[in-house]
């Protein structure tokens, strides 16, 4: 059964600071991974996701995650937080089925 | 290119009443989700429709809960009668099909008092 643990539901960063933001998965198969932003009151838009290839995956907004396999992780940095990050970010796991399993998501604040 | 739509975007209403939630998925996407968010959660998959057919609904509490997806394109999900419980954000999402990007609507608020 595939499932996603993200560490921390809540991370504070000051504005500039590096954003690290964790993501575990379990999956039987090689998966496809992907991040998800959420800001209040709207859907979800996807950041990036990793399916094959390269396992350094770089995403819109300065975003970038890398698919470790051994370490079963998939986590999202940012060199450089600005104001306008702060939101609640998921990370998700399809494999080789089309049903989305999501984590409990991290909710990332920053301070200026 | 117009993203998904769904309305109305908040519903409040009182407990054993009706609720339906519309959605519009993306032009030309084939596979249509419905998810369930509740606070402080990551969504969870209700149904998948692959064109009109739900292709997965095992998680659609159909005793209450039912969805339709006519010719393939618009979708509506409806709750009767609603509980306490059902109060959440749904969100509908779409695809080219199944594997590609989902992409998710604005979602619909709903309130159950």
């Known amino acids: 059964a595939q499932s996603v643990t993200q560490l921390g539901s809540h991370v504070s960063v000051s504005e500039g600071a590096l954003v690290l933001l964790r993501c575990n998965y379990s999956s039987s198969v090689p998966p496809y991974l992907f991040w998800y932003v959420q800001y209040p009151n709207q859907g979800l838009q996807l950041l990036l996701k990793y399916t094959t290839g390269a396992t350094l995956v770089k995403g819109i907004n300065g975003f970038e995650a890398e698919f470790k396999k051994s370490e079963t992780s998939f986590h999202l940095t940012k060199p450089s937080a600005h104001m306008s990050d702060a939101a609640e970010y998921f990370c998700?796991?399809?494999?080789?089925?089309?049903?989305?399993?999501f984590g409990t998501g991290t909710r990332l604040q920053v301070f200026p | 290119e117009a993203g998904v739509v769904q309305s109305p975007r908040y519903k409040i209403i009182e407990k054993k009443q009706p609720v339906a939630f519309w959605c519009n998925p993306i032009?030309?996407?084939?596979?249509l989700y419905w998810y369930l968010q509740n606070l402080g959660q990551g969504p969870e998959l209700l149904i998948r429709y692959e064109n009109e057919e739900a292709v997965d609904d095992s998680q659609l509490p159909k005793d209450r809960f039912s969805a339709e997806r006519l010719k393939g394109v618009d979708s509506t999900l409806k709750i009767q009668p609603a509980e306490l419980g059902d109060s959440a954000v749904y969100l509908c999402?779409?695809?080219?099909?199944?594997?590609?990007?989902?992409?998710f609507g604005p979602g619909t608020r709903l309130t159950v008092l």
């Open positions: 998700a796991v399809n494999s080789n089925t089309d049903k989305l399993i």
């Open positions: 032009s030309g996407h084939n596979t």
């Open positions: 999402a779409s695809s080219l099909r199944g594997l590609d990007t989902q992409y």
